[in-house]
């Protein structure tokens, strides 16, 4: 009963106080603690809609989708009775040699949808983690297969793949991860979408590694946190291509790109192609809950099937697998997604924004390049010498007006909600304009 006082919302009202308790007692991820207090963190004490409220009561616009997760915006009505309705039935079962009916239910609406020949659906919580089963699937895939030798992996310059010691070894370092170099496999590296020979670059590691190589790992279309680094759907198509020619497994990782972020529902479609594993995250449940999940085509589940305890089993799982309410909600997000036909505001508000951009922002000095596929758009900034915060002070004056943007590095990512009207996009390039002509002066 004390602990019901102590954390009463009245004793500590003000913003100040809860960045006090956070700090005394939460550690942020990719957030020095020292210094965290003092770059005046948003501490949110509701969201509606595409805002975010704060312990004040002041309204920011998610203008980044809660780090590129949110789809809809936040207290969907329709996604809100979804959760509601499976808590009744349950939050949560074992996926670990059981079923559940949301689930099995939640598989065969993504079968009709993704990108991928004969689907199979491995459930997991992170994009990170769909990132780390698949690289395991596709390793045992082929010593199931009884070849040998085939236990590298080819990505690219400037790829994200998560955190965990895997994702991050596929992943091209950076936001200073370097120091766990040690700990990572070796993978092959080709040149990232920054540099336009990344496909014949490519294509020639596959062919002269093809004998070695279990697997190419790619974000289809946006290499989205090396800053909106955009690959051409032709590159991905013949880089598809020579995977099949060569037998080696194409993962495509659209844990960013997924759920219609880049104006077609999957990225891959743009490109034409469908990969043998793919990687789905953020977007699944528009928001709302963790759930990931690595997606096998059929040819590669089958490689997997044999007898009882066998070694061909996947000795692999999460406890947190197949989440019921994830699941619930996540069959509603797709109903929605067509149902506000979302994929035609995405486009209608693409080129919308691309005009803004181009008459507001790539004119202005500070500005280096800006990318923008879908509604994923970086914003690249070219500070005249090193350490002047930039990137970060331009979203603090974008939050201080009320629009709640973050960088990576110099580069600003706006990354709206699919259903972000025009009236808000205008607000979003206004405002950032204003930043950075302030920042920038
Ligand atoms: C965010 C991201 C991941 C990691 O997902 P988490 O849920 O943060 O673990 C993996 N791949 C891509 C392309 C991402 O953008």
Same mark, same amino acid.
Request: hydrophobic share 45%.
């Given at each position: 009963?004390?602990?019901?006082?102590?954390?009463?919302?009245?004793?500590?009202?003000?913003?100040?106080?809860?960045?006090?308790?956070d700090s005394?007692?939460?550690?942020?991820g990719?957030?020095?603690?020292?210094?965290y207090?003092?770059?005046?963190?948003?501490?949110?004490d509701?969201?509606?809609?595409?805002?975010v409220i704060?312990?004040?009561?002041?309204?920011?616009?998610d203008?980044?989708?809660?780090?590129?997760?949110?789809?809809l915006?936040?207290?969907?009505?329709?996604?809100?009775?979804?959760?509601?309705?499976?808590i009744?039935?349950?939050a949560?079962?074992?996926m670990?040699g059981n079923?559940?009916?949301?689930?099995?239910?939640?598989?065969?609406?993504l079968?009709q949808?993704?990108?991928?020949?004969?689907?199979? *659906?491995?459930?997991?919580?992170?994009?990170?983690?769909a990132?780390?089963?698949?690289?395991?699937?596709?390793?045992?895939?082929?010593?199931?297969?009884?070849?040998?030798?085939?236990?590298?992996?080819?990505?690219?310059?400037?790829?994200?793949?998560?955190d965990?010691?895997?994702?991050l070894?596929?992943?091209?370092?950076?936001f200073g991860?370097?120091?766990?170099?040690p700990?990572l496999?070796?993978v092959?590296?080709?040149?990232?979408?920054?540099?336009?020979?990344?496909?014949?670059?490519?294509?020639r590691?596959?062919?002269t590694?093809?004998s070695?190589?279990?697997?190419?790992i790619?974000?289809?279309?946006?290499?989205?946190?090396?800053?909106?680094?955009?690959?051409d759907?032709?590159?991905?198509?013949?880089?598809a291509?020579?995977?099949?020619?060569?037998n080696?497994?194409?993962?495509?990782d659209?844990?960013?790109?997924g759920?219609?972020?880049?104006?077609?529902? *999957? $990225?891959?479609?743009?490109?034409?192609?469908?990969?043998?594993?793919?990687?789905?995250?953020k977007?699944?449940?528009?928001g709302?809950?963790?759930?990931?999940?690595?997606?096998?085509?059929?040819p590669?589940?089958?490689?997997?099937?044999g007898?009882?305890?066998?070694?061909?089993?996947?000795? &692999?799982? &999460?406890?947190?697998?197949?989440n019921?309410?994830?699941?619930?909600?996540?069959?509603r997000?797709?109903?929605?997604l067509?149902?506000?036909?979302?994929?035609?505001?995405v486009?209608?508000?693409?080129s919308?924004?691309?005009?803004?951009?181009?008459?507001?922002?790539?004119?202005?000095? $500070?500005v280096?390049d800006?990318?923008l596929?879908?509604?994923?758009?970086?914003?690249?900034?070219?500070p005249?010498?090193?350490?002047?915060?930039w990137?970060?002070?331009?979203?603090?004056?974008t939050?201080?007006r009320?629009?709640?943007l973050?960088?990576?590095?110099?580069?600003?990512?706006?990354m709206?909600?699919?259903?972000?009207?025009?009236?808000?996009?205008?607000?979003?390039?206004?405002?950032?304009?204003e930043?950075?002509?302030e920042?920038t002066?």
């Open positions: 009963m004390r602990a019901v006082a102590l954390y009463d919302r009245a004793v500590t009202g003000n913003t100040k106080g809860w960045v006090d308790r005394a007692v939460v550690w942020h990719f957030t020095q603690m020292s210094v207090p003092d770059n005046s963190p948003v501490i949110v509701h969201a509606e809609g595409h805002e704060d312990v004040e009561g002041n309204r920011y616009l203008a980044i989708s809660s780090l590129w997760v949110t789809t915006g936040h207290c969907v009505p329709e996604l809100d009775d979804a959760l509601r309705a499976q009744d039935r349950g949560h079962t074992t670990l079923g559940n009916r949301v689930v099995i239910e939640l598989s065969e609406a079968t949808v993704v990108p991928v020949n004969d689907p199979h *659906f491995l459930y997991a919580s992170d994009g990170a983690c990132v780390e089963q698949a690289l395991k699937i596709a390793f045992q895939y082929w010593i199931n297969r009884g070849v040998t030798g085939r236990n590298k992996f080819l990505a690219f310059g400037g790829a994200y793949h998560g965990t010691i895997g994702a070894s596929v992943g091209a370092r950076g991860t370097d120091i766990f170099d700990l496999f070796p092959l590296r080709a040149p990232g979408f920054d540099d336009p020979t990344w496909p014949d670059a490519a294509l590691m596959i062919e590694n093809a070695q190589l279990a697997a190419v790619v974000e289809p279309l946006v290499q989205g946190a090396s800053g909106i680094q955009l690959g759907p032709d590159g991905l198509a013949a880089l291509e020579t995977c099949r020619e060569h080696v497994l194409l993962i495509c659209e844990v960013a790109t759920f219609g972020r880049t104006g077609t529902l *999957f $990225a891959c479609e743009a490109a034409g192609i469908r990969p043998d594993l793919l990687c789905l995250g977007g699944l449940t528009a709302y809950l963790a759930m990931s999940a690595t997606v096998a085509s059929g590669v589940f089958d490689a997997f099937l007898p009882d305890l066998s070694e061909k089993t996947l000795y &692999h799982g &999460h406890s947190y697998s197949g019921a309410l994830a699941a619930a909600v996540a069959i997000h797709l109903e929605l067509k149902a506000w036909n979302v994929l035609a505001n486009r209608e508000r693409s919308e924004l691309k005009g803004l951009l181009d008459d507001r922002i790539t004119s202005l000095p $500070a280096k800006v990318r596929q879908g509604l994923m758009a970086g914003i690249e900034l070219a005249p010498a090193d350490g002047l915060l990137g970060r002070k331009v979203c603090a004056a939050v201080a009320g629009v709640l973050r960088p990576l590095g110099d580069v600003v990512v706006l709206p909600p699919l259903t972000i009207t025009s009236e808000e996009i205008h607000r979003i390039v206004g405002t950032l304009a930043a950075i002509t920042v002066a």
